[in-house]
């Protein structure tokens, strides 16, 4: 039924939607489906709950997206309320659209999920598979279950490969498979420019950023006996080095890379008074989307998660510490 209303000739108003701080993931498959909706001759429009990284400023279609702020939200609420179909891109809950879910909930639309985490939430139409490395997958299995892979052009598939190569590390997790190869091979048999891509999505450091992540390393602690690190960056540090939440990108994965860690922990005070942000990595068989769901109200992959706590920095720290020793056996048997 949705195929069908979608290739149909009527044309439907569709709102797209990816989750707040869209990563390259959620920003590469929205606009791919932007494209592509577009190209059906449907009213699309893609909005976006919270800013974006600037580090994407370069990708096609970027500057379509209308992200909320005070002065747009009856504009926003009325599309969202107005149309046929909402698509949830690579998130599987309303709280990861925190300016948007209200508008949502109140929506008639038909809510169309396409995702890759775990544990979804039910919508009317659900393309969810926790197994493939990026959402982008899902979205080109979408284009392609309707037949319409010759739709792909060069901007469809700039935007497919960003959330591939973004969601995979660059092509190294273990989440990759067979298909996610041959998926970025019928891309670039869309004429994408790959070294380019990868190019512009390096991320450029500027001198602070770098006086950041030298605060977080040398904040960084090692629970040997847990094969586990931890470190941290608060709201003084962001004001000090004039930084913000962006420039902590890829902090996580240093204590990861130290021999014997396999659990990495990061805390994040944005604003002080407001809940800290934390983020989970494991290497093997530790399930971080387990411990952020049952300690942290959060969620994620096996090996990639986030959550948030309540307490301040310190008191969050605490409170860590205190529930590492019950992970003690699965830590050392995941090694
Ligand atoms: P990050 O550490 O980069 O913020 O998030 C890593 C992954 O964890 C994300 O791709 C997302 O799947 C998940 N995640 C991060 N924060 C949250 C959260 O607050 N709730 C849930 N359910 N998942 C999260
Ligand atoms: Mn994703």
Not at 41 to 55: A, F, G, P
Not at 119 to 130: G, L
Not at 303 to 310: F, K, L, Q, R
Request: proline fraction near 3%; charge should be positive.
């Amino acid at each position: 039924m949705l195929f069908s209303n979608i290739n149909g000739i009527n044309k439907k108003k569709i709102v797209l939607l990816p989750h707040d701080h869209p990563d390259g993931d959620a920003l590469g498959s929205s606009l791919a489906l932007l494209f592509y909706l577009r190209k059906l001759q449907h009213n699309v429009d893609l909005i976006s709950s919270t800013e974006y990284s600037k580090s994407f400023q370069w990708l096609p279609g970027i500057k379509d997206i209308i992200v909320f702020s005070e002065k747009n939200k009856f504009l926003i609420r009325k599309k969202i309320e107005n149309s046929d179909y909402i698509f949830l891109i690579d998130f599987n809950n309303i709280s990861r659209i925190k300016n948007l879910r209200n508008f949502l909930v109140s929506s008639r639309a038909k809510k169309v999920l396409i995702d890759h985490h775990p544990h979804p939430s039910y919508f009317d139409f659900m393309f969810s598979d926790p197994k493939v490395s990026a959402t982008s997958i899902l979205v080109f299995r979408f284009i392609s279950n309707m037949n319409n892979l010759n739709k792909i052009d060069k901007e469809i598939a700039t935007c497919l490969y960003v959330g591939l190569m973004t969601d995979t590390g660059f092509f190294r997790f273990p989440s990759i498979t067979s298909e996610t190869h041959f998926i970025a091979g019928k891309l670039i048999e869309k004429g994408i420019h790959v070294s380019n891509i990868y190019n512009l999505l390096q991320e450029k450091y500027n001198e602070n950023r770098l006086k950041l992540l030298s605060k977080a390393l040398n904040r960084l602690r090692v629970l040997k006996k847990y094969h586990t690190t931890y470190t941290s960056i608060d709201a003084s540090d962001l004001n000090i080095l004039s930084c913000k939440k962006e420039d902590t990108e890829g902090v996580i994965y240093y204590g990861l890379g130290i021999e014997n860690i396999i659990f990495s922990v990061f805390f994040f005070e944005e604003k002080i008074k407001e809940p800290i942000k934390i983020s989970f990595r494991s290497k093997g068989n530790f399930d971080v989307s387990l411990f952020a769901r049952k300690h942290f109200k959060g969620g994620g992959h096996k090996n990639a998660a986030g959550g948030i706590s309540e307490k301040s920095l310190s008191e969050s720290i605490k409170y860590f510490l205190s529930i590492i020793p019950d992970y003690y056996s699965s830590l050392i048997t995941s090694i």
